[in-house]
């Protein structure tokens, strides 16, 4: 029988009738529940057809038991804004471009950016790409967020604290909102198209390969009629509409410079733009393994995955417990998403890595200098598409803007002075990309040929995807919505006057893919993966690869001949080892130095044993030196005068390869092999002298006392951090926590260059053994909550950053035996 999903109908009057909370300890329960702890709260819904038991586990993860599927999507969304109602309704009011309704008008620019990179096709076309239960099972989820919505806004004294402290109310959700929103998914290269770009307008664009190596080996040229010198601020949109929401009141600054007619508003909307976009980009990478059962000491499969993505308070990944007849699924996912995208289901496990291809493309215009709404296309004046956008405002009257698109896609900056334009094509605007949603069709196959056809059809983000099943099957099924560019590699803005087109897209069936490889393991950590056999000339997927440090490792201890135990797959989910570390500092033990602070680094480095651990004063002091002194120096050496244009670390591989020579030197080195071996020694020597005297700045003269986790620290920030006092901020700040690691460890720490403080890494790991599924492990750091009240809002920190795990349960008698909270859900009638 059809029911009604949407809560829109009921009336604010209704509430009290539709939503009968009951706060009570002694809730009368069945035999099957008689053992488990009373029922912390029951909700009486009128949108469900049978009861839904919650039982969220010591760890804070909701197993969540349902007699249909309707009412288990319904109570996953129920459930995640329980749990992260703030983060859900922040997630959404970005990615829909509606702050500024809750904010104020110094969110008007980043809306109308958000806006810009909404999906606006055809929505059956969208549904369909994720196969026949995407939209059903959406609008379950939104309805179940859409209840909760209304139980707190009955009960405002359940709001979380962000919505007390920010003086607004939670927005209710549409099913499209899920897909529609694309700007939250990890982007490409368009950063690295403009950053190649000026390189190219400085006159030497081959020197860009000392920021960015192209691998496959590849020469790339600037296209015919193309002039890479860019305004300055080609991407602010872009970056606006794709960057997290700031609550450090540089917003107000902008919008002071937008309503200001003095002159000096370029000036300020420049500095303020520049503020808050100089951090060091760092890289959202990840690893994942899978081992067959001839390879493990278990005799079945076990497959890793270690995601790392910005750190935040809460994480931006939620565990959940799925279970209703036909489906039986448990892992991470986006909160805001149905759904689980790593896990296991039972029958196969999965997990995922970013896989660098190429999605996104900058495209320039030439203006009609007699029509600013005209662009020039195929010799002909062609108008600009116009969206007139309404936006609400808080506290002051509803503004409009409008929107304008090419052929292409949003048009991002407009160069009025010398009659051009710049828009974005990307694929995540295709139908079928929502970030992370494709996992709606994977998590429910049962083999390797099903997982395989679900990933045929995944677009966005790129992904590695390993793969292992009860039969002892394991595989890698990459995934991605490729562009083919049959007359350009992608790597700089193209004119956009109809010569550089894309040709469609690639099949996933051309990808490459593995299925039970002879050496019965398979890894990726964003390494360029491709086989040396694929035709990546013809079909250009992307240049542009992470060091592959990581890797390395993880397949220097995969190929050890032993039997890996899930303990195995714990350790090395956190090893910090540094391959890095082990060239450069054999590099320098052959070196001789007059210099008496030089010679006291190399003596701190003679015993090291190349682990960055916390505790360890030559991991310290490598990693002041490899950031801090000498990637500037090898920078001002290659670059001279062009440095300033590579405002990031420069590539690992390419500079590492460039210091470990014995011949063959760069020509920035000197004329002849002596003299660059000369320029090679003094700049190693004389940046690890000054990276000496900065540790003892940093942490005093005695070295015996010096520790890398002294320096760097791991902080959970809250969003809404900088606006709260110390007080304030003890409850929804975790941290600092020391770190070991960096930005090449397998458990990876991407340091913010300014201060060390980590913005990147690990926050959830899951082990998973596969077909005994409660000895499988994970951790999600703080935790699960994004309640300041709960337990489970930072009580997994420790555990995490002392590399530990908890059981990730998944019968029922296991899961009943460590119940904490029964929440249940009952219809109303």
């Not at 010591?58 to 992260?84: C, K, M, S």
């Not at 359940?158 to 920010?166: H, M, T, Y």
Request: proline share 6%.
């Amino acid at each position: 029988m059809h029911r009604l999903i949407s809560l829109r109908i009921i009336q604010p009057l209704q509430l009290s009738l539709a939503f009968l909370c009951l706060q009570t300890e002694s809730f009368a329960q069945s035999p099957q529940t008689a053992e488990l702890p009373a029922i912390k709260q029951e909700w009486r819904i009128d949108q469900i057809q049978s009861p839904v038991q919650i039982l969220v586990d010591t760890w804070g993860v909701p197993h969540i038991y349902a007699e249909n599927e309707a009412d288990l999507f319904f109570a996953q969304g129920f459930n995640a804004a329980r749990d992260r109602l703030f983060q859900l309704d922040l997630w959404r009011r970005r990615g829909l471009g509606q702050l500024a309704e809750a904010f104020g008008s110094s969110y008007l620019e980043q809306d109308r950016a958000a806006r810009l990179f909404l999906y606006r096709g055809d929505m059956q076309k969208e549904w369909n790409s994720y196969g026949k239960q995407a939209a059903t099972l959406t609008q379950h989820f939104v309805a179940g967020i859409n209840a909760y919505i209304d139980y707190v806004n009955a009960n405002p004294e359940r709001l979380p604290n962000e919505f007390k402290i920010l003086k607004y109310r939670p927005a209710k959700w549409l099913a499209t909102d899920v897909v529609r929103i694309r700007s939250h998914g990890l982007t490409r290269n368009l950063n690295s198209e403009v950053a190649r770009a000026r390189m190219a307008c400085s006159g030497d664009l081959e020197l860009d390969e000392v920021r960015q190596r192209l691998a496959p080996a590849w020469k790339t040229k600037i296209p015919a009629g193309l002039s890479p010198c860019l305004p300055n601020e080609v991407l602010r949109q872009f970056t606006l509409a794709t960057q997290n929401v700031s609550f450090d009141g540089l917003n107000s600054r902008l919008n002071a410079a937008i309503e200001s007619s003095v002159s000096t508003t370029d000036n300020l909307l420049s500095q303020a733009w520049l503020e808050k976009n100089t951090e060091i980009d760092s890289l959202e990478g990840s690893n994942n393994w899978v081992l067959a059962p001839s390879k493990t000491s278990t005799g079945r499969a076990i497959m890793a995955n270690d995601p790392h993505r910005a750190y935040s308070a809460p994480s931006l990944r939620y565990i959940a417990h799925l279970n209703a007849p036909g489906i039986n699924v448990i892992g991470a996912g986006e909160p805001a998403l149905p759904g689980i995208s790593i896990g296991h289901n039972g029958s196969i496990a999965f997990g995922l890595t970013i896989m660098s291809i190429d999605q996104e493309d900058l495209y320039v215009y030439e203006m009609n200098p007699r029509n600013p709404m005209q662009y020039k296309y195929r010799g002909k004046w062609e108008n600009l598409q116009t969206q007139k956008e309404l936006f609400l405002v808080k506290n002051q009257a509803e503004q409009s803007s409008e929107l304008l698109f090419t052929r292409h896609g949003p048009l991002i900056y407009q160069d009025k002075l010398n009659n051009r334009a710049y828009a974005v094509r990307t694929a995540w605007l295709e139908p079928g990309m929502a970030p992370y949603f494709g996992s709606v069709d994977y998590m429910r196959a049962k083999n390797f040929s099903q997982f395989k056809k679900a990933m045929l059809h995944w677009g966005a983000p790129t992904e590695n995807q390993v793969y292992a099943d009860t039969k002892g099957n394991i595989g890698w099924v990459p995934g991605g919505l490729t562009p083919i560019r049959p007359n350009w590699d992608g790597l700089l803005p193209v004119p956009g006057d109809g010569r550089f087109e894309w040709a469609g897209f690639l099949s996933g069936d051309k990808l490459p893919y593995s299925y039970n490889p002879k050496s019965a393991w398979f890894a990726s950590a964003n390494e360029l993966n491709l086989p040396a056999s694929y035709p990546y000339q013809l079909r250009k997927l992307g240049f542009e690869w992470p060091h592959d440090a990581r890797y390395q490792r993880i397949a220097s201890v995969l190929s050890q001949s032993k039997k890996f135990s899930i303990e195995d797959s714990l350790q090395l989910q956190n090893d910090i080892v540094s391959l890095p570390a082990t060239r450069l500092v054999k590099l320098l033990m052959s070196l001789h130095s007059t210099d008496e602070t030089a010679n006291k680094a190399l003596a701190l480095f003679k015993t090291w044993n190349y682990v960055e651990s916390t505790d360890s004063a030559a991991a310290g002091l490598f990693q002041v030196w490899l950031t801090q002194t000498l990637a500037p120096a090898y920078k001002d050496l290659m670059l001279g005068t062009r440095a300033h244009l590579v405002n990031s670390m420069p590539d690992m591989t390419r500079m590492l390869d460039n210091l470990d020579r014995s011949s063959a030197f760069p020509r920035q080195f000197g004329n002849t092999l002596q003299q660059a071996q000369k320029t090679r020694d003094q700049l190693l020597l004389n940046s690890l002298s000054l990276a000496y005297q900065r540790m003892e700045h940093l942490l005093g003269k005695n070295s015996q006392e010096w520790r890398w986790g002294n320096i760097q620290k791991t902080e959970f920030t809250h969003p809404l951090s900088k606006l709260l006092d110390a007080t304030q901020r003890a409850q929804f700040d975790i941290g600092p926590l020391p770190r070991g690691g960096s930005a090449n460890t397998v458990n990876q720490s991407t340091y913010r260059l300014s201060d060390f403080v980590q913005i990147n890494g690990p926050t959830f790991r899951v082990v998973v053994d596969v077909g005994n599924w409660d000895n499988s492990r994970a951790i999600n750091a703080p935790g699960q909550s994004g309640d300041q009240d709960s337990p489970h809002y930072r009580d997994l920190t420790e555990k995490w950053s002392k590399g530990q795990y908890f059981p990730l349960l998944y019968s029922r008698s296991a899961i009943e035996n460590n119940t904490k909270q029964s929440f249940l859900l009952t219809p109303k009638k």
